[in-house]
């Protein structure tokens, strides 16, 4: 904790400092999102005799910023945690299990005409999120410690990115978790070639070790292309990406992620459909077989494979085959302030291989999400969401007494800017 209060007032300095000395903007702003959640089925399917789980979760976040022509800081501590989630209780008052980290702690300088340059702890979102994204439906999200260079010539927007990562400060050796990323560097490249179509090109290099304890790199390696198009009512967008290079064991790449949707617009309605593909493999690899499945590394999950999350760890949670997913959805805007959505997804596995049953199908799930805006700086949030397995489900998830799997949730979130000051020209 005195870590975090060094670091705290450093910064606090620095962006004062900054704002007595250069024309620009110190502001702070403040979030705060409880969410009540009743599981039962959540992220894996419900078992006959299992008691729901009822919680309340709550992000607090501050963002301290300063920005200017030449400079942007932003550094964004938070807390998330259960409600009464207290260790335990002594004599000198209540414990607590420590919650709190720091989301953003970087520095952006303007180093040319068009260019820029940011460091240190920063979220990284590109394009839908498929890839690199910042995971917020999680209440810690997520962010990366790394350096992005980031050029702006005529028509295009060109970032440039690469981390190192260590979990503590070595005097030899470069183990890091098997589980996470310890090298990731990544090209995006974004053009507007109308008014009605934006399309992108990213690159990504990904290493991880093989183990906890190794030192040496396997490089996943992952290029494709996003696209959308909005023409009046329309919009439609798309992506593919092709991952190749070695696994985290040292297997040979070739794996597939390609999606697309399609929506039109009239009125207060919006109607739209889409599919969703992640290779997979017909039989387990090992040193002398190619891996087909796809890894989304960063990305996120919740936006894009149902809100039960009963798929974000796909190895595990398709048992190696992949995921196909086929929906349909209605968004109905009932005023300025309130709207209605519900999504119908359909599941399936990509491949099946002796770790599945020989039928794809997985089951559908049904999300219904009510939101309502009653302020420029708070909303309220509902939803419920089931899922109806089939018997490849359940036996991918080992739950074969099963009983009805469904899922509700209700948050609130309130932004608001609490503090702006523009500095005069000295």
Same mark, same amino acid.
């Given at each position: 904790m005195k870590q975090f209060h060094g670091i705290f007032f450093t910064l606090l300095i620095c962006m004062l400092s900054a704002f007595n000395q250069v024309n620009g903007q110190f502001f702070v702003d403040t979030q705060l999102r409880n969410r009540l959640e009743l599981r039962d089925g959540y992220q894996k399917l419900a078992t006959k005799g299992q008691q729901p789980a009822l919680l309340v979760s709550q992000r607090t976040r501050m963002t301290f910023g300063f920005d200017s022509d030449l400079l942007k800081i932003r550094f964004t501590p938070q807390d998330v945690r259960i409600w009464g989630d207290q260790a335990k209780m002594s004599a000198?008052?209540?414990?607590?299990?420590?919650?709190?980290?720091?989301?953003?702690?970087?520095?952006?300088?303007?180093?040319?005409?068009?260019?820029?340059?940011?460091t240190g702890r920063q979220q990284l979102v590109y394009d839908h999120k498929r890839l690199l994204g910042d995971r917020n439906w999680n209440q810690n999200s997520i962010s990366y410690d790394a350096v992005v260079f980031k050029l702006k010539p005529k028509g295009w927007n060109i970032n440039a990115?690469?981390?190192?990562?260590?979990?503590v400060d070595a005097l030899r050796e470069n183990p890091y978790p098997k589980s996470r990323i310890k090298s990731l560097n990544f090209l995006w490249v974004n053009r507007e070639i109308n008014n009605h179509f934006k399309l992108s090109l990213m690159h990504i290099s990904s290493g991880v070790t093989k183990t906890d304890t190794t030192n040496a790199l396997n490089f996943r390696h992952t290029t494709g292309f996003y696209g959308i198009y909005k023409n009046k009512g329309l919009t439609a967008w798309g992506s593919g990406y092709y991952q190749y290079g070695k696994? *985290?064991? #040292?297997?040979?790449?070739?794996? =597939?992620?390609? &999606?697309?949707? %399609? /929506?039109? !617009?009239? $009125?207060?309605?919006?109607?739209?459909?889409?599919?969703?593909?992640?290779?997979?493999n017909s039989s387990i690899p090992d040193n002398d077989n190619t891996d087909n499945l796809f890894d989304p590394l960063y990305g996120n999950r919740h936006a894009f494979f149902g809100n039960m999350d009963y798929f974000s760890n796909f190895p595990a949670h398709t048992? *190696?085959? #992949?995921?196909?997913?086929?929906? =349909?959805?209605? &968004?109905?805007? %009932? /005023?300025? !302030?309130? $709207?209605?959505?519900?999504?119908?997804h359909y599941f399936t596995l990509s491949k099946t291989n002796p770790n599945t049953p020989t039928d794809k199908a997985l089951g559908i799930e049904n999300d219904l999400l009510l939101?309502?805006?009653?302020?420029?700086?708070?909303?309220?949030e509902g939803g419920y969401s089931f899922m109806l397995p089939t018997e490849t489900l359940k036996a991918v998830q080992n739950v074969p007494d099963n009983k009805f799997s469904q899922f509700f949730?209700?948050?609130?979130?309130?932004?608001?800017?609490?503090?702006?000051?523009?500095?005069?020209?000295?």
């Open positions: 000198t008052g209540p414990g607590d299990n420590p919650s709190l980290d720091i989301l953003e702690a970087y520095a952006e300088l303007k180093l040319g005409k068009n260019i820029w340059v940011s990115g690469a981390s190192w990562n260590t979990l696994n *985290q064991n #040292g297997n040979n790449l070739s794996a =597939l992620l390609f &999606d697309a949707d %399609i /929506s039109y !617009s009239k $009125g207060k309605l919006t109607a739209g459909a889409g599919i969703g593909y992640l290779s997979g048992k *190696q085959g #992949g995921l196909a997913d086929y929906y =349909l959805y209605l &968004d109905y805007k %009932i /005023s300025k !302030s309130i $709207g209605v959505k519900n999504i119908c939101r309502y805006r009653f302020s420029t700086w708070g909303n309220l949730y209700l948050q609130l979130t309130l932004s608001t800017e609490i503090f702006r000051q523009t500095a005069s020209p000295l």
